[in-house]
């Protein structure tokens, strides 16, 4: 259970919501749409951040395979390194397939530096990854704003980090719960259909002498 602080520190808005969390929040249906840079398999990273978002990759996929997910590649092309090709992978819930082309055909033109204005979005993008309202104000209007100075914007990023952190401890314990109740409910249902039927009681019919014998 979180404290009052981490309770209080997570009300707060904070600047990447769900940061190194999304395949967790994706896999729990609590996330809509996400994507995240696909690298090789085998692929390891010195940046723990990078490894967990490069693990987190590889159970979506499982989840797309399984059919819990839906998934569409967006590439992404360098003018200076014309033979690379990076890709990312948008994930979405299945009822938010057209919501998922919406966000990729817009990442298509933003990925490569190309003119978005004919595939505007009908909200912020912040909405489509299901962000709060507080945290797509805060990033909008504060983080991202055009006059404010970069040192003090510095300033902000550290001191919002642990509220950060709360908001993803406690999006965690949510999913959890979540999943703790679907895996008792689950169990509730294998135990009802697997009991065994209960044995029918022999039928007693009285004899002429009033002894009482099971029926054949």
Request: net charge positive; proline share 7%; glycine share 6%.
């Amino acid at each position: 259970m979180q404290s009052i602080k981490s309770r209080f520190l997570a009300s707060f808005p904070v600047i990447g919501p769900h940061a190194d969390i999304e395949a967790d929040l994706m896999l729990a249906g609590k996330k809509p749409i996400t994507w995240v840079f696909v690298a090789p398999d085998e692929a390891k990273f010195d940046d723990p951040r990078m490894q967990r978002q490069h693990e987190g990759r590889k159970r979506l996929d499982r989840a797309v395979e399984e059919g819990r997910l839906i998934a569409i590649d967006v590439e992404q092309r360098y003018d200076e390194h014309p033979e690379y090709v990076g890709v990312y992978r948008h994930y979405a819930q299945p009822e938010n397939e057209e919501k998922l082309k919406q966000v990729v055909a817009f990442n298509k033109q933003a990925f490569n530096g190309r003119d978005v204005s004919q595939v505007e979005l009908d909200k912020d993008m912040g909405h489509y990854l299901g962000y709060r309202r507080r945290d797509i104000f805060f990033f909008n209007n504060v983080i991202n704003a055009p006059l404010l100075p970069e040192g003090l914007r510095d300033v902000i990023i550290r001191f919002n980090a642990p509220c950060q952190q709360a908001l993803g401890e406690k999006l965690l314990a949510e999913v959890k719960k979540s999943l703790d109740t679907t895996a008792k409910k689950s169990t509730k249902f294998t135990i009802g259909e697997n009991k065994a039927p209960r044995e029918t009681p022999p039928q007693i019919k009285k004899s002429t002498n009033n002894s009482k014998t099971p029926a054949p």
